[in-house]
């Protein structure tokens, strides 16, 4: 008898636990976009594992970033290769030769840099959105891969909506999506699903604030229809004939993103200017911050030794190992100008110019680093990890913006009062040092920058924890349709109600023209016989 | 030295105390509406006190619902009576006698009696804003009163912006404000702060859904001018002298309700169709519900005593008394032939017709009857509180719309499939049972309101608390004024960028004017002499 009821105790044991497995733990698939967006989708995945939620990762089989084994997600390596590091760096190489070449300071030969880097960066988003459609092409096409995903049953389809990988699959799988996004293949995300006045929303690039002149505004609406003329010159190519070949002729690619149940945005309201937002976007601007850890007792040491002064900070993030050796030798100068102690992130010839105050290394904590209290600045390429980490800790920041979001992330920080920014073109020790010197010794920069950092830390839930919320919420509602909008399902004239006012003049116009024809007729009637002409 | 010691202590621990009091604890000053909006108002303040905030209310003499004394708050009386219980009386007999008039069924018989509707509501409104109005100039003109509330340094003024009262006096002592609100003096909240295409957002009181025809994308437009130009018809003659007369004639009357830090609305995504919404928008739809707790031993033995059949719970909420006879009549006998028990809100005359499965009572639990597991259906005039509550308990509605914003409520749950809409006037014993055996019988409306249910109770943070967080974030950070867009600061033609648009415009148009001409002086110049001549 007692086995018996030990038996069934294991057994409604066993079905309790099922239980409780099958409703917490969901099967994930995600399409991540390579390069230092994975970092940030790495966050996710790992919090996603540790509370026991099953990841399956999608990648070509030379990915940049993405490894092929990891102990918090199964791999399907595609055998098909991404070639975006290659790609990449051919772009970085061409785009600091643009902007490192000296040239009369003219409108014009502003003009032209602008020209040029604005071709180099087509080509080079022309290039990546070509391998990421062979990726995509070769997916479709492997009968087995494709059979097998939709035999997995996924729960979600996990992305980053910046390659069309992941929307395009989550439709052919029928299975929820959620974005991990800033950016989609049309450029910042907002534009895409929120309407964007854009009397005082700054479009990609811009470098405009929410304050605009009306010489800016006209910038800022060229800047608009230019942005999206070129975009989807560059991604109509690549994604329409894929959308026509597996989903058919009907399927407008571009409304393929719009099938996400949750967007969450990297970006908040404390470092994105205020704006109109949509129910489905959930901001979990900087959910990678975390509490920063001790320091390496060797660099603990470094930073102690620095005294009242304090530390710099320098890295201009994962993609950029180098800069050209001019600009090295010049930063290196100024920094050995300073009496704090600067720890910088540089792989490479060791500068000749460099200071005993500055530290070289090869990677660097940024985190438990901009979490120190000795760290008195920041310099940084303005990536969006970096500069949320820095609102996060509180240090100011000297901007070096190169390519991509930086320019514009830097900016909103700048609006702030918590940033400087340099141009890379125009930086010699004598720039580079008096913008270190600006945000290191006027108390504003830090002042704004604590500011940020106590509002970020201030809202109802930690933004990791709010993303995990509505990527589970997804998963047990099987979808958050009751969250999107019917703009997304209208054809441009309907949403802007161009028909309904087409139709309502012409009823105005129609019902003047009838009461002058009556008046005419009335008056004609009563002075019968006397008909008036009119020469 | 003991009694030294003891005292040292307790001085310390009083500076610790006032501490803890001066930083958590915040002095709010909240301007009401009255009536039911009271109802929602005194669950915010009731919360706010439980956190250790010091609350006065404002209230006029006579006031209809707002008490005088209350463990929660201090009161301040206004000598000024507000007249609203009076003046909403006649507006509710005017408005049943205009909608239980006997009619023929004609197209021309439906609109006159919505016209006589619209001049009951826009007299009644006209009348209330001008009691309004009496009651604010009344209190900007006593000094002492002014002088007492500047002195008191409130952190917040609290309001419902369905009156101008509290936005004028938050500017007036410039302290931070935040609005507990779904409609203001202009109509539905959202259409004043966020963009609002009337190709898919309904206007107020059309009952349209956000999937709309052409023909009712048109009756949405017109409706929208209509409804705005009442409003102001309404509502500038009242606000319009006070703003000039207290603020200087440069303020706009209505910008005067953009200051607010923070709206928590009355409202959320499972209730309304989504829509563009805004960053310093909260929605706290719901923020009243809360689980039920035991009914008093009888009632929980006449809702036993109805066994498998359950029980239908009526009530027209706290503004209706009593319904003309001839109606109760026929819901009695309605009620009459069901198998169910019914609990049903009645003051006044037992109806003739009145079976005995029908309880009257004076007042019921309402929160405790919904949350009852016998509880099968629940007959509401659509008030926004009741509405909320039947979809927190997941319990499906027989709307009976009497005013004001009832029909939109009970629209959006019928669209939901979760609610059958009565329309008083054509009321008989048939219609209205046929409308509580669908809602009983039909199980997809029990199975979509159970669904609303679950979605409402699966929220990252309870409404409530959500409500509180923001609340005294805005005391945290004197404000949120980062949160606020500058489109509330821009000219209608700035923020449609008509400006630049027609210098756009006017750029191509020279464009191709000075290229024709240009073209055309070539065309002289090298066919010279040939002059060409147009006829």
Known sequence: LLGSINHLFLFTFTLLFMQTSSSSGGKILVFPLDGSHWVN???????????????TVLRPSDSWYVEETSPFYTSITLSCPGKFEANFEKYLSRMLEIRLEKKPVSLWSKLWTHIQLERALIEQFSQFHREVGEVIIHMFEDANLMQSLHAAKYDLVLTDPGVGGGALLARKLQVPLVFNVRWTIQGEAHFLIAPSPLSYIPFTATELTDKMTFTQRVKNVLAYFFGRYTLTYITEPVYKPIVKRYFGPDVDYSTVFLDADIWLMRNDFIFEFPRPTMPNIVYMGGFQCKPSKALPADLEEFVQSSGDHGVVIMTLGTLVRNLPEEVSEEIAAAFAQLPQKVIWRYVGQRPANLGSNTLLVNWLPQNDLLGHPKTRAFVTHGGTNGVQEAIHHGVPVVGLPLFYDQADNLSRVRTKGAAVIVDIGMLDRHVFKEALMTVLYNSTYRGSMQMLSKLHKDQPMKPLN??????????????????????????????HSVDVIAALSAAVLLSVFICISVMRLLYQKIFTGKKVKHE
Do not use: D, N
């Open 41 to 55: 989708m790495k966050v996710l995945i790992e919090e996603l594992h540790s509370r026991g939620h099953q990841i």
């Open 466 to 495: 709010q993303a995990m919320f509505w990527l589970e919420y997804v998963i047990r509602h099987k979808g958050a349709r009751h969250l999107q909008t019917q703009s997304h399902k209208m054809s441009w004239f309907v949403y």
